[in-house]
């Protein structure tokens, strides 16, 4: 498998900005209050935790190819 080098920075970056977009959201919707369920909060949360699990998988798989270089 030939990935180019440079896309695991651009996904990691990528992948924060949408960590920031969903955590702002969350506290918006906190904020706001009363317009916005319980599930949509949650699954808020459960979206921001995949896609922080995502960019730690992404970050050991770079730094497991590089150290094996």
Request: hydrophobic letters at 65%; zero cysteines; aromatic letters at 8%.
């Amino acid at each position: 498998m030939n990935v180019p080098a440079g896309l695991a920075p651009i996904l990691i970056v990528v992948l924060l900005v949408a960590v920031v977009i969903v955590l702002f959201t969350g506290l918006l919707t906190m904020a706001i209050g009363g317009r916005f369920t319980p599930e949509f909060r949650n699954k808020l949360m459960k979206t921001r935790v995949i896609i922080q699990g995502l960019i730690f998988i992404i970050v050991v798989i770079t730094f497991t190819v590089a150290l094996f270089r």
